[in-house]
């Protein structure tokens, strides 16, 4: 019989790890559940699961595979529900979320009945939500930790490493504290400062309403990831608490130092913090997708011409030079649009840059 997995919580990660699960294991029965009727849907019409459900907890007794998929608080309250359910002999339960210590807690009762749960938290994203951002490619590259209990048998490990391979990801295995240490400086804390960031431009722009025009390409860098689910980052934020205590102190602390190098105006202390930050920065890991996700973009200026698009194709066709995607950005639309053509190596940006600047393209590596 075929092997069932049940996905509950099918919005950007559950639908793009459902997608991944599918291409490695093409003939698994993919069963999901949303709270929402609306991403159900979605979620059936775009293929990403094979059939919906509406009462999961039945579903959850004949699955192989059951995955959580919710914001944390909701995780914490489904792996409560799960504890009078009969499942299958042999199933392994696992969720996604981005906080880990409070989930393996919540899992520890039913760990205690002999069931297997394996904490997980594919390490990439978006701002996004919902099934309809969902892709089978998310998390290629990118790390998929993992924190089994002490106990977990090596072979259930292998075994939902082995659901997981169709992500593409790499694997990485550490304890919960430790996880939500390491996520909670690379990105939890971010999210925070990134909200704060927004909501003092936007304090600004009631009294100065140009403030939204000129928040351009540094603003809008630092702040995207203010555009992700609140309900999302409200729980995260809770599940954390702790480590994000002594990020705030430390964070608010530095500030002060910030603060007086800024009144006194120290060159020595402002150049010195600002080359500290970019010598670590700069030294990031690029050529994978890990600290920074590795992008081969290349961006080239161009004027309202309609056949541009075909020219700029051609160029690299005739260059043999293979892109991988090509869009047209919003930025600068009142003068000029600005094509984004991204390659899968360093040699193919250098080859499409050289053969677009010598026939007079203006490019850019970063806009
Ligand atoms: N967004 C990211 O970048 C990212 C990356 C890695 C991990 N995560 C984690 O993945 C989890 C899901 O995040 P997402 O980005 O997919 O969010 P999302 O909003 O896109 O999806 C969450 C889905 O859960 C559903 N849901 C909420 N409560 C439910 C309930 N009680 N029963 C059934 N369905 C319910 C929502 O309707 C929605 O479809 C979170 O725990 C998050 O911490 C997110
Ligand atoms: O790229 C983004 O928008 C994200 O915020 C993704 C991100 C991150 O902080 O890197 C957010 C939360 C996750 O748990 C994992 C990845």
Same mark, same amino acid.
Request: glycine share 6%.
């Given at each position: 019989? /075929?092997?069932?997995?049940?996905? &509950? #919580?099918?919005?950007?990660?559950? #639908?793009?790890?459902?997608? #991944?699960?599918?291409?490695? !294991?093409?003939?698994?029965?993919?069963?999901?559940?949303?709270?929402?009727?609306?991403?159900?849907e979605? =979620?059936?019409?775009?293929?990403?699961?094979?059939?919906?459900?509406?009462?999961?907890?039945?579903?959850?007794?004949?699955?192989?595979?059951?995955?959580?998929?919710?914001? &944390?608080?909701?995780t914490?309250?489904?792996?409560?529900?799960?504890?009078?359910?009969?499942?299958?002999?042999?199933?392994?339960?696992?969720d996604?979320?981005?906080?880990?210590?409070?989930?393996? @807690?919540?899992?520890?009762?039913?760990?205690?009945?002999?069931? *297997?749960?394996?904490?997980?938290?594919?390490?990439?994203?978006?701002?996004?939500?919902?099934?309809?951002?969902?892709?089978?490619?998310?998390?290629e590259? =990118?790390?998929?930790?993992?924190?089994?209990?002490?106990?977990?048998?090596? !072979?259930?490990?292998?075994?939902?490493?082995?659901?997981?391979?169709? *992500?593409?990801?790499?694997?990485?295995?550490?304890?919960?504290?430790?996880?939500?240490?390491?996520?909670?400086?690379? $990105? !939890?804390?971010?999210?925070?400062?990134?909200?704060?960031?927004? +909501?003092?431009t936007?304090? %600004?722009?009631?009294?100065?309403?140009?403030?939204?025009?000129? =928040?351009?390409?540094?603003f @809008?860098?630092?702040?995207?990831?203010?555009?992700?689910?609140?309900?999302?980052?409200?729980?995260? *934020?809770?599940?954390?608490?702790?480590?994000?205590?002594?990020?705030?102190?430390?964070?608010?602390?530095?500030?002060?130092? &910030? +603060?007086?190098?800024?009144?006194?105006?120290?060159? !020595?202390?402002?150049?010195? %913090?600002?080359?500290?930050?970019?010598?670590?920065r700069?030294?990031?890991?690029?050529?994978?997708?890990?600290?920074? +996700? $590795?992008?081969?973009?290349?961006?080239?200026?161009?004027?309202?011409?309609?056949?541009?698009?075909? +020219?700029?194709?051609?160029?690299?066709?005739? /260059?043999?030079v293979?892109?991988?995607?090509?869009?047209?950005?919003?930025?600068?639309?009142?003068?000029?649009?600005?094509?984004?053509?991204?390659?899968?190596?360093?040699?193919?940006?250098?080859?499409? @840059?050289?053969?677009?600047? =010598?026939?007079?393209?203006?490019? %850019?590596?970063?806009?």
């Amino acid at each position: 019989m /075929n092997k069932r997995v049940l996905i &509950v #919580g099918l919005g950007l990660i559950g #639908g793009s790890v459902a997608l #991944g699960i599918k291409q490695q !294991h093409p003939d698994s029965m993919i069963i999901g559940y949303d709270r929402s009727e609306a991403n159900l849907e979605t =979620a059936k019409r775009l293929f990403i699961i094979d059939e919906g459900c509406t009462d999961w907890l039945e579903a959850a007794k004949d699955a192989d595979l059951l995955l959580l998929a919710t914001p &944390v608080e909701v995780t914490k309250q489904l792996l409560v529900d799960l504890a009078d359910v009969s499942l299958k002999d042999g199933v392994i339960i696992t969720d996604v979320g981005s906080t880990k210590g409070s989930i393996m @807690k919540a899992a520890s009762a039913l760990v205690e009945k002999g069931i *297997t749960f394996i904490g997980g938290h594919p390490m990439a994203g978006s701002h996004k939500s919902g099934p309809a951002s969902a892709k089978a490619h998310l998390f290629e590259n =990118a790390f998929y930790m993992l924190t089994p209990f002490s106990d977990t048998p090596p !072979h259930q490990l292998e075994q939902l490493k082995d659901w997981l391979r169709g *992500t593409r990801a790499k694997f990485m295995t550490l304890d919960a504290d430790q996880h939500d240490l390491l996520t909670g400086v690379v $990105s !939890h804390f971010p999210h925070i400062v990134a909200a704060s960031l927004v +909501r003092q431009t936007k304090r %600004y722009a009631e009294s100065f309403e140009e403030i939204n025009d000129l =928040a351009a390409g540094g603003f @809008k860098d630092i702040t995207r990831i203010a555009s992700s689910s609140p309900e999302m980052w409200k729980d995260i *934020t809770k599940q954390n608490r702790a480590h994000l205590l002594t990020f705030l102190d430390e964070w608010m602390e530095e500030m002060k130092d &910030v +603060r007086s190098w800024v009144a006194q105006g120290d060159d !020595h202390e402002l150049y010195s %913090y600002y080359a500290g930050a970019k010598e670590y920065r700069d030294a990031l890991p690029i050529q994978k997708r890990g600290a920074i +996700r $590795s992008f081969y973009d290349l961006y080239v200026d161009i004027l309202d011409d309609v056949g541009v698009l075909s +020219r700029v194709t051609a160029i690299l066709a005739e /260059n043999q030079v293979s892109i991988t995607n090509i869009r047209i950005m919003e930025v600068r639309e009142d003068i000029y649009g600005v094509l984004r053509i991204s390659f899968q190596n360093e040699d193919d940006r250098q080859k499409a @840059k050289n053969s677009l600047e =010598a026939l007079q393209f203006t490019t %850019y590596i970063a806009l």
